[in-house]
């Protein structure tokens, strides 16, 4: 008979897209009070998997069970009505209305027939504060930063009070402080008997807060291992080898300073930012969320505007507030939100592979349409990128194979300044590295390389010089060889006068 324990089982299900079998015979269950992981590199079939037990996508083969009975899950009220709760990897908030609305959208409170915005807002501040994210409940999520917005996309779930939680990628966007309060709520939560399906490419957070791991390889089960299985071994499941080295910096010569800031403050953001990247440089730039590092990147990329200080590309003086002018000097941003910002999503990969080159050759009255074809069919493939062909919709990508599409466009753009927002994020091991090594490649070729990371290993593991950034200035420099993690956090916390302005990213247009 069924264990009295297990919550759902699923057993060889299948699901195909046009061009593409996503999972092709994948066995998970889940247990009360556990936490199980799910691996995988980008594009193994993760979040379809998810997707099949939050109601989201129908399976053409195999079985799930909940409670031992073999069901079905058609949409996201049948998902709801058996207790499972999903924070997608992709945010599902409605960005016109506030953070209240959107925890209960649908389910609003009543009284006398009339939304009743009182308690709805009580009840969504009770389940911020629960999460420790500060923000109002009365704040529009378009005005959110992409760390709070998945605070909210959590508090979310918890108002559901569901028995089955999937989390898909839920620490991503978060730094460790952020990370180490939401374990606290998982903790709590196992213990009240729920069961949690946890999606993570951070490894270590697999032994910190895991039970079982099932690892998923080209939408197949490869196995289930325990939790405290050593990280090498995890990373020969997930990707079918050894990773020797996982940060693979190969120094470049240091030329002549292509980005030069100097004195960059925009008022009650950031002060007297100064700073220069050399070419054959990756000067890393960490620092706590708030502390203005993306800030000031928009800016030196003509994104925002800035109220004081200078911006030169070899020496040359850039407008303020000039996307095109920026480019035009060679400088390219992957940003951090990269639905948001970085990609055309009804559009193919080769067409947002294309989208700075584009620009350039069309500049001059002719564009290579073979070149191009070719040049993206190249980079896809150094890259990785897991798709049906060059022609599919980049929507239809897996999240990681998004994130690749990004920086693939600006590494085809023959970019002299590449400023990368949190590159690797949401990036399996296997294909940070190759990331790491065209980083490698661009810097050998003279390129400067100016990267923000809040993974700290990456940072000290690939810069040559880190940056530290707190409160909106810089409060220290180091050179990444030497630098440990504390020093890093150090400084990332050393400026004492609190600034009343906590609510810094939230003010960032989204
Ligand atoms: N709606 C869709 N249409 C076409 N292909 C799809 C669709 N959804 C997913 N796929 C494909 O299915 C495969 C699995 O994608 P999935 O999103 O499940 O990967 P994942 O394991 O979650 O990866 P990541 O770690 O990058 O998030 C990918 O090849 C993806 O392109
Ligand atoms: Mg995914």
Same mark, same amino acid.
């Given at each position: 008979m069924s264990d009295p324990d297990e919550l759902l089982r699923i057993e060889g299900i299948r699901k195909t897209f046009p061009g593409v079998v996503a999972l092709d015979g994948v066995d998970f269950d889940l247990r009360r009070g556990e936490v199980h992981v799910l691996l995988g590199e980008n594009g193994a079939g993760k979040s379809t998997l998810i997707k099949m037990l939050s109601g989201a996508y129908t399976p053409d083969g195999g079985r799930i069970l909940v409670d031992g009975r073999e069901t079905r899950i058609h949409g996201a009220q049948d998902a709801e009505r058996l207790g499972i709760a999903t924070i997608y990897q992709e945010f599902n908030l409605?960005?016109?209305?506030t953070v209240a609305e959107n925890i209960f959208l649908g389910r609003q409170p009543r009284r006398f027939g009339m939304i009743d915005r009182k308690t709805m807002e009580a009840d969504a501040d009770a389940l911020l504060a629960r999460v420790g994210v500060d923000v109002?409940?009365?704040?529009?999520?378009?005005?959110?930063g992409i760390a709070r917005l998945q605070m909210v996309e959590i508090a979310k779930a918890l108002?559901?009070?569901?028995r089955v939680l999937i989390m898909d990628e839920?620490?991503?966007?978060?730094t460790s402080e952020e990370v180490e309060k939401l374990f606290g709520i998982v903790r709590s939560l196992r213990e009240d008997g729920v069961g949690i399906v946890f999606i993570t490419h951070?490894?270590?957070?697999i032994a910190a807060l895991g039970d079982r791991v099932t690892v998923i390889r080209d939408g197949r089960s490869v196995g289930e291992v325990p939790a405290a299985t050593p990280e090498d071994e995890l990373v020969r499941l997930m990707v079918g080898r050894s990773i020797e080295q996982q940060y693979p910096r190969q120094r470049a010569e240091r030329g002549a300073p292509l980005l030069s800031v100097e004195g960059l403050t925009r008022d009650?953001?950031?002060?007297d930012v100064g700073f220069e990247v050399h070419a054959g440089e990756v000067v890393g730039i960490a620092g706590?969320?708030?502390?203005g590092r993306t800030e000031v990147v928009r800016a030196v990329f003509g994104a925002d505007p800035y109220d004081d200080g200078t911006v030169k590309v070899c020496g040359d003086r850039l407008r303020r507030h000039d996307v095109n002018a920026a480019m035009a000097a060679g400088i390219g941003l992957v940003p951090e939100d990269r639905k948001g910002q970085?990609?055309?999503?009804?559009?193919s990969v080769e067409e947002n592979l294309g989208l700075v080159t584009m620009r350039a050759a069309t500049r001059g009255g002719f564009v290579d349409r073979k070149g191009q074809h070719d040049a993206a069919g190249r980079i896809a493939g150094q890259l990785g990128v897991?798709?049906?062909?060059?022609?599919?919709?980049?929507?239809?990508?897996?999240g990681g194979n998004q994130q690749k599409v990004v920086i693939g466009k600006w590494l085809l753009a023959d970019t002299k300044v590449l400023i990368l927002d949190e %590159? +690797?994020?949401?990036? /399996?091991v296997g294909a940070k590295v190759e990331i790491y090594q065209l980083i490698n490649e661009l810097t050998a070729a003279g390129a400067a390389v100016l990267m923000i990371s809040s993974d700290l290993p990456e940072v000290l593991g690939m810069s040559d010089r880190v940056l530290v950034m707190a409160q909106g200035r810089i409060a220290g420099e180091l050179r990444?060889?030497?630098?440990t993690q504390d020093a890093v956090m150090a400084l990332a916390v050393?400026? %004492? +006068?609190?600034?009343? /302005?906590?609510?810094k990213e939230a003010s960032r247009g989204h």
């Open positions: 409605v960005p016109d209305l109002s409940p009365r704040a529009r999520v378009r005005e959110l108002s559901l009070d569901a839920p620490t991503a966007v978060l951070h490894l270590e957070e009650g953001v950031f002060h706590l969320v708030g502390a970085g990609l055309v999503l009804d559009a897991r798709m049906a062909g060059l022609g599919q919709h980049v929507r239809t990508l897996s %590159p +690797t994020r949401g990036i /399996d990444a060889t030497d630098a050393s400026l %004492p +006068t609190a600034d009343k /302005d906590t609510d």
